[in-house]
């Protein structure tokens, strides 16, 4: 004796016309090629970008915290976006004693020599217009963090063999990105995140004098700010923590304090 839920469903599908059969036809053929898009379909629209070495770092003493060159990931503009740059300095933290650094110095935050060689862009750096409807056709560069001290630290003997050298990093990306355009941009967007939030507090200034008067220029700090506030314990754990990165890298910007 044949199911009656299988004879039920004989008997509906008898009753269908061509035109049923038509619709349904239809909706399964767009099903499938939606389901074949997806399958065929690559995971992101952005390749991967190598990491570029400074040009210049040598000659400007613009070394990473073990003396290898720092680097910065470009991806030309196009369209309407050619003349506009958004850059993004990496985060990662600091270093506040000789030990923290040059532990430090044996990691990508310290040293090219262990940095991806290529990245895949995501977010504001991503050039995917449903990703990043905004920035996906400017000129975007993320800038390698390797001085332990968001890009600040002068250049002083130090007694060791660390090179605490952010703030001509700084300096020597700056010219090499102006060289490459940079000079001539309608529109420029500074932007970090943590360790390079706190970089682009630090230079957004400078940042806006390198660039001429006709040029829009915008900072973004993001979770750059960190509270001179008592911690649980009722330390001023991160005043201390600063005020170590700063003696030991004498950083340029507070230098006078």
């Given amino acids: 004796m044949a199911n009656p839920m299988l004879r039920t469903w004989l008997l509906w599908w008898r009753k269908w016309g061509k035109k049923d059969w038509a619709i349904a036809a239809v909706g399964f053929a767009a099903v499938l ?10 995971i992101s629209a952005d390749d991967p970008v190598e990491l570029t070495l400074l040009r210049n770092a040598k000659d400007r003493g613009a070394f990473c915290l073990d003396g290898s060159l720092p680097g910065y990931h470009f991806e030309k503009g196009f369209g309407s976006g050619s003349n506009k740059w958004v850059i993004h300095i990496e985060g990662g933290g600091w270093c506040n004693t000789i030990e923290s650094c040059s532990y430090r110095s044996r990691t990508a935050l310290g040293s090219s020599k262990f940095m991806d060689r290529q990245v895949i862009f995501a977010g504001m750096l991503s050039r995917d217009p449903s990703q990043n409807p905004d920035f996906y056709n400017w000129n975007r560069i993320k800038i390698r963090y390797c001085d332990g001290a968001s890009l600040a630290g002068h250049p002083e003997k130090n007694g060791t063999k660390l090179f605490f050298r952010g703030q001509l990093i700084w300096e020597a990306i700056m010219d090499e990105l102006l060289s490459m355009g940079m000079a001539k941009a309608k529109q420029a967007f500074l932007t970090g995140c943590s360790a390079g939030g706190l970089a682009t507090l630090i230079h957004c200034d400078d ?42 890298q004498v950083l340029a910007p507070f230098s006078s304090i």
């Fill in 33 to 42: 090629f939606t389901f074949t898009l997806l399958i065929e379909s690559p």
């Fill in 207 to 248: 940042f806006r004098q390198l660039l001429p008067k006709y040029t829009t220029v915008k900072c973004l700090a993001d979770a750059g700010f960190f509270l001179d506030e008592k911690d649980v314990g009722g330390h001023y754990t991160m005043r201390s923590f600063y005020q170590d990165v700063l003696l030991l």
